[in-house]
């Protein structure tokens, strides 16, 4: 078995310095003119979308240029929408995503995971006027915005879908422009996505947190990971000890500061790091 992340780190540390002394690489060695080609849903700021140049850009970009570094590969990005990004993967469009996508039980059926990357729980938000309860009794006869085959998707089709009217979306823009044009009445989301796309914006400035945090474990499972096709081990493998590498090293630290001054590795707790086999 895979251990947890840290342990994990430790032993690529080890390795690296024996490797380097040795006068033979750096870890996580792959051919050196590896490709490895992983697919996004570039249309969730500030994780990942295109800027003005159509350049496919975000922290989550940045994060997976530094695995692929550690892993001597090459990196190049393809757009895809999220709700049919794990058929697409199967077929071989691309060699992983990296995507926001958190660990869940039906997911592991048609994917493998690497080691989580990071957490956040979703919020709710709705206009600063408005005086909402989030409870199945505060939303009744409201409209819930989400982005289609979400965790927020799923988390209101299970609590409110008999009470709300829940309106699906293929990405967070939209959900912005209904907000603004008041065509739901609160929306749901991860909570540093919607803070730095929208409620820190011109657009999102009548808009508030309403409610706690949503982390339920059920539907948020045990934090966001890489994701490679079933039977695709080594790619597994090779993207877990990257993972363990930058962790270790300052690199996600690094990163992390140049976007969010808040942390993101905060798994839940219980959270089993050790779910793929060695």
Same mark, same amino acid.
């Given at each position: 078995?895979?251990?947890?992340?840290?342990?994990?780190?430790? !032993?690529?540390?080890?390795?690296?310095?024996?490797?380097?002394?040795?006068?033979?690489?750096?870890?996580?060695?792959?051919?050196?003119?590896?490709?490895?080609?992983?697919?996004?849903?570039?249309? $969730?700021?500030?994780?990942?979308?295109?800027?003005?140049?159509?350049?496919?850009?975000?922290?989550?970009?940045?994060?997976?240029?530094?695995?692929?570094?550690?892993?001597?590969?090459e990196c190049t990005f393809q757009h895809h929408s999220f709700d049919s990004i794990i058929p697409a993967l199967n077929a071989e469009k691309f060699d992983a995503i990296v995507a926001s996508m958190y660990i869940k039980e039906e997911r592991k059926k048609?994917?493998?995971?690497?080691?989580? $990357? $990071?957490?956040?729980?979703?919020?709710?938000?709705?206009?600063?006027?408005?005086?909402?309860?989030?409870?199945?009794?505060?939303?009744?006869?409201?409209?819930?915005?989400?982005?289609?085959?979400?965790?927020?998707?799923?988390?209101? =089709?299970?609590?409110?879908?008999?009470?709300?009217?829940?309106?699906?979306?293929?990405? =967070?823009?939209?959900?912005?422009?209904?907000?603004?044009?008041?065509?739901?009445?609160?929306? +749901?989301?991860?909570?540093?996505?919607?803070?730095?796309?929208?409620?820190?914006?011109?657009?999102?400035?009548?808009?508030?947190?309403? !409610?706690?945090?949503?982390?339920?474990?059920?539907?948020?499972?045990?934090?966001?990971?890489?994701?490679?096709?079933?039977?695709?081990?080594?790619?597994?493998?090779?993207?877990?000890?990257?993972?363990?590498?930058?962790?270790?090293?300052?690199?996600?630290?690094?990163?992390?500061?140049?976007?969010?001054?808040?942390? +993101? $590795?905060?798994?839940?707790?219980?959270?089993?790091?050790?779910?793929?086999?060695?």
């Amino acid at each position: 078995m895979a251990s947890n992340a840290i342990q994990r780190a430790a !032993g690529a540390a080890a390795l690296a310095g024996a490797v380097l002394a040795a006068g033979l690489g750096t870890p996580a060695q792959a051919v050196s003119d590896d490709v490895v080609r992983i697919g996004v849903d570039a249309a $969730y700021k500030p994780f990942m979308w295109r800027n003005a140049e159509g350049e496919i850009v975000g922290w989550e970009i940045e994060l997976a240029k530094a695995f692929c570094a550690q892993m001597d590969a090459e990196c190049t990005f393809q757009h895809h929408s999220f709700d049919s990004i794990i058929p697409a993967l199967n077929a071989e469009k691309f060699d992983a995503i990296v995507a926001s996508m958190y660990i869940k039980e039906e997911r592991k059926k048609k994917v493998q995971f690497t080691d989580p $990357y $990071y957490f956040i729980p979703g919020r709710f938000v709705a206009p600063k006027a408005m005086d909402v309860e989030i409870s199945r009794e505060g939303l009744k006869g409201m409209v819930i915005g989400v982005q289609r085959g979400t965790l927020e998707a799923r988390y209101v =089709q299970n609590q409110y879908s008999d009470v709300a009217r829940i309106k699906r979306y293929d990405n =967070q823009e939209q959900i912005y422009l209904d907000a603004v044009s008041r065509r739901i009445d609160v929306m +749901l989301a991860q909570a540093l996505v919607l803070k730095r796309a929208f409620l820190d914006t011109e657009k999102g400035k009548d808009w508030e947190f309403v !409610g706690s945090p949503v982390d339920d474990p059920d539907i948020y499972g045990e934090g966001a990971a890489v994701a490679v096709r079933k039977g695709d081990d080594d790619l597994r493998r090779k993207f877990d000890q990257a993972i363990d590498t930058v962790l270790e090293n300052g690199t996600y630290q690094e990163i992390r500061k140049k976007w969010f001054d808040i942390e +993101l $590795y905060n798994l839940p707790s219980g959270t089993a790091t050790d779910q793929n086999a060695a």
